[in-house]
Every structure is written in C-alpha cells, then in structure tokens.
C-alpha cells in the first residue's frame, strides 16, 4: 500500500486529491493547522473524513515539517496549502509570501534529508503569468505575476525545478489554471456567484456584487484536475506541467451559465462601473458593479495549452465550464433547501 501526505487536505483541491488516493488504494495523510476542532467540512461532504490519518502541522515551523515527513516517509508528498485567495495577498503580502513561498523550500530540503525517494508535487498556479507574454500560456512561456500572490508562487515553483535539478529529486509542478466546484470557498469568485444567485433563486432580493466583468480565465472542475497531479507523480522523470480546458470564459459569462440553470434569463444593461444584470422573468437586480472589488493589478486574460499534459501523462479536462457553472449553481441552491 502506497503512502500519500497532503498538504491542504480540507481545502477543495486536497478533498478531491485525498478522494482519489483512497479510491486508488493509498492510506492518505493529511496536514491540519493547530486549532480546537479541524474544519472538515469538505471531506466529510466526500464521505471520506474517517478514511483519512490527520496531522498538526504547520507551513511555518521547520521542526513540525521536519518530524513529520520523518516519521512518515511518505511515497507521495503533494504541498497543496498557501495562502490562495489571490484579493487577500495585497493585505497579508508578507504571510502569503511566507506560507506560499518560503514553506515549499522548508518541505523540500526535508524531504531531500531524510526522506530522498519520496516523490513531491507543488501546487504551482496560473496567476504566475499575470501580465501574460503569449496567449495561450505554456510550460515555457515568461512569468510575469501581478499580486502577491503569484509572486510567492513563483518562488515556490522555481525552488520545485532547483531541487529536482540539483539533487536529482523526484519533484514536479501542476500550473494549474482555475479549478472550481461546489467545495471551492466562498471567497472566490465563481462560489460568490453561484451562492448569491441560489439565494436569489430562494427569493432573496440581494444583487451579487462583483468586480471587472470583462476579466477572461480558463476555468475547469477541480474533480477533473487532482487526477493530473497523481499522474504527475506516476512518471519515471519529474517535470512541470500545466493543466487547463485551453477555453476562456468571462466573468460576466460564467454568471450568465449559473444563472441559466436556475432558470433565469438575464439583460444586462450598462458598462464598465454602471454595468448591472436583470432577471428577465422577475424584473429583480442580480448583479451589479462594485468598483472596491477591482483589483490593484489585473490579470485580464488566462488560457492555458494543456498539450504537454495530454500527450504525456494522458490528461485532458472531462467538465465544460457551462456544466461546472451549472454544477455549482444547483449544488448551492439545493444546499439551501434547508
């Protein structure tokens, strides 16, 4: 039996990851924070919160990272906790660049001295192409991250590469484009949309509020994406790869698909700050412009060319975005049934 430890265990990414593992025969263990009682939630949507060995651990303390990968010598290491809501990295820029960057290099150089064969995937991210250089955006194409954010990402990404190549480990990067489901949190974008549209649809009368409508992101079903990590780590030879649909799809347009399938119709009336979105079939307000949710620096357009992945590890994304649109939508109304 295989082992895995997972960073980021009761985040979307790491329930779904931890899912998979199970279902592939793997006693998976998983990273928690110190704190009184351990936030679930998502496993035990997942019927797998009983399946899984939990540990304390810390991104920030070098001896906890130390005594835990050397007690455990996982065959699989995958680091998906960080500091990830790209709008709160400008607040806590020195903590995201800390947890996000820093910790990468405190998991690697433990696990090059006392656990060498361990086989150690980073979460790297799209937002490391920020101000991107050529569209679509590939395994060699300039980084150039506008946020916080995505600067500690690159750090994180580039320190997995110095590792591999220095001491020849077996460590490999997903850039993943955005990935979304039911379990992402409600600060992100896409579950702000389908949690305030359910809402709508349950008779609530308060408009979504949301940012630049005209930014362009690939997004796909995280489901889908942690099967690209496994097979990043079933390879004889480590490397980077990045996991995209290669469809890119506007905020306002991933609004329109959720609300579609809560069987509304929208207008949408104005521009830039003005810009609002009407129920054709209730007249009511569903979307409106709030200038304090712009960004600093934008990244106006992601699409990724996910060929390397399909033509080595076999990859390629199963969910539209209009079915994960929808998927999300229709989880949160019916989650507020109750």
Request: aromatic fraction near 10%; proline fraction near 4%; hydrophobic fraction near 40%.
């Amino acid at each position: 039996m295989k082992t895995a430890f997972i960073t980021g265990i009761t985040g979307q990414d790491g329930a779904y990851l931890a899912k998979l593992l199970l279902s592939k025969g793997y006693e998976v263990h998983g990273g928690v924070r110190r704190i009184s009682h351990p936030e679930t939630t998502r496993l035990d949507l997942l019927g797998i919160t009983r399946d899984i060995h939990l540990h304390e651990f810390d991104l920030g303390e070098p001896n906890n990272i130390f005594r835990t990968i050397r007690d455990l010598k996982p065959d699989e290491f995958y680091n998906l906790a960080a500091q990830s809501f790209v709008g709160s990295s400008w607040d806590l820029p020195a903590y995201t660049a800390d947890v996000d960057g820093m910790a990468v290099v405190r998991i690697l150089d433990t696990l090059r001295t006392v656990s060498p064969e361990t086989r150690f995937y980073q979460a790297s991210t799209s937002e490391m192409f920020g101000l991107v250089q050529e569209v679509p955006q590939r395994e060699t194409t300039r980084l150039y991250p506008r946020s916080p954010y995505g600067v500690a990402k690159v750090y994180g990404h580039y320190i997995t590469m110095n590792y591999r190549e220095s001491f020849g480990m077996h460590a490999s990067s997903g850039i993943l484009f955005n990935h979304e489901s039911p379990l992402r949190g409600k600060e992100f974008v896409t579950r702000k949309i389908t949690l305030g549209l359910a809402a709508i649809a349950r008779g609530g009368n308060a408009a979504v509020e949301l940012g630049n409508m005209d930014s362009k992101r690939d997004w796909g079903f995280a489901g889908d994406y942690v099967d690209g990590m496994w097979r990043m780590l079933q390879q004889d030879e480590p490397d980077d790869y990045v996991l995209a649909t290669g469809v890119t799809t506007t905020i306002r347009d991933f609004f329109t698909y959720a609300a579609e399938a809560l069987d509304m119709n929208l207008d949408w009336v104005g521009e830039g700050e003005q810009e609002t979105a009407i129920d054709r079939k209730s007249g009511r307000l569903v979307m409106k412009v709030n200038p304090k949710f712009y960004r600093p620096a934008e990244v106006e357009l992601l699409i990724g060319d996910a060929t390397k992945a399909r033509n080595a590890l076999g990859w390629e994304a199963q969910t539209s975005v209009r079915d994960l649109a929808a998927m999300m939508a229709k989880a949160d109304f019916d989650a507020q049934a109750a």
